[in-house]
């Protein structure tokens, strides 16, 4: 393995001196994500507390300040093989995707190729959980280091440009006339739509939305990311800090009556689309699909270039002409021992598993 000459440094700092830096780059990296986005860490921070956040700056060989992450600060959960082992994550890394730090955008790529390598040297000891990276920030190499590389979940998005109407022309004809469709049938039912881009009040909107989350959620006998009371507690304040900028609530009603709500951030122009819900009272008003492209038609109205409905395979986001797209999970294990030790109990947890596997199951994968 033949690493760079020269390297960054990653140096653990104050929160009162790294929100400048912090502020300063996330304004010129524009090709970063909304996760890990100052907007998304100092909410994480105000949920977390600075005890349990840890601001990073790497700064290259003459000291300049050249990139800025923040991390949590917390234990290895069960899965891990390593649980209640010191670790370091994202902050809310179960609702973001693409989580990287904020670089200038001059800085070498060669260079900014080491930050992961700087993170090991500064959290020595300590279990690295960088989870959901773009690929290609996952494709470097870290020296004398214990990794982990796995496909992480992928997600599901396209750039767009122009208006609605060149949007629709690359839609499936069946699914661009069903989304009309149902629009129309909202209308005639004497839907009102309730949005915060025309007033409607923040907060109430965001109780209404949580509450039909956790109704659908429970309809289905599933479990959610977003409607943990940790996920929502964050995302309420995310919300809040973004109110006059990226948050977009929408809440369909008929006679005052919920039926549907999406909550999406609109992060330089591309939509965010992160929690919704519905009432299944009206579900043949196909509201899991219609409030989400009652959102994507109003930023249009303000040049939207990317839609983005996150993770999970579902039909309905290839109907929106959606298109995969991958990430990769990279674990550093703090020591030849501890990785030892985690691939130890993921071999006994597979063995678990396969043992619970019906009769044939194996027969029917490989066939």
Not at 128 to 155: I, K, Q
Request: hydrophobic share 45%; with cysteine.
């Amino acid at each position: 393995m033949i690493l760079p000459r020269e390297a960054l440094v990653a140096e653990i700092a104050p929160a009162a001196v790294a929100w400048s830096i912090a502020e300063r780059l996330d304004a010129v990296d524009d090709t970063a994500d909304f996760a890990g986005s100052t907007a998304w860490c100092r909410a994480a921070s105000d949920v977390l507390g600075d005890a349990n956040t840890a601001h990073v700056v790497f700064r290259d060989g003459s000291g300049t300040a050249v990139g800025w992450t923040m991390l949590e600060r917390g234990a290895a959960g069960w899965r891990s093989g390593a649980p209640g082992a010191s670790c370091v994550s994202w902050p809310f890394a179960a609702i973001g995707y693409r989580f990287r730090p904020r670089f200038l955008v001059e800085l070498a790529p060669a260079l900014r190729a080491t930050w992961i390598q700087a993170l090991r040297s500064s959290f020595r000891g300590r279990r690295l959980e960088l989870v959901r990276l773009d690929p290609e920030e996952a494709a470097v190499e870290v020296e004398h280091a214990h990794l982990d590389r796995a496909d992480g979940p992928a997600t599901w998005a396209t750039k767009v440009s122009g208006d609605a109407d060149g949007w629709y022309a690359t839609l499936d004809g069946k699914h661009r006339r069903d989304l009309k469709k149902y629009r129309r049938d909202i209308a005639a039912f004497g839907g009102e739509w309730c949005d915060t881009l025309d007033g409607a009040p923040l907060g109430e909107s965001l109780d209404v939305l949580f509450a039909l989350h956790r109704r659908r959620i429970a309809h289905k006998g599933a479990t959610s990311a977003c409607g943990t009371p940790r996920s929502e507690r964050f995302l309420r304040r995310l919300a809040e800090r973004e109110a006059a900028a990226g948050t977009r609530v929408v809440v369909v009603r008929h006679g005052g009556e919920p039926m549907g709500a999406c909550l999406s951030f609109a992060h330089r122009r591309r939509l965010k689309v992160t929690v919704s819900g519905w009432d299944q009272g009206f579900s043949r008003y196909d509201l899991g699909r219609q409030v989400i492209h009652h959102q994507i038609l109003r930023e249009f109205e303000r040049g939207l270039v990317e839609i983005d409905l996150l993770g999970g395979d579902l039909p309905y986001k290839r109907e929106f002409g959606l298109e995969r797209r991958p990430t990769v999970d990279l674990v550093v294990r703090p020591s030849a021992f501890a990785a030892l030790r985690e691939d130890l109990v993921h071999g006994a947890i597979e063995v678990v598993r396969a043992g619970r596997r019906p009769v044939g199951a194996g027969a029917k994968a490989k066939a």
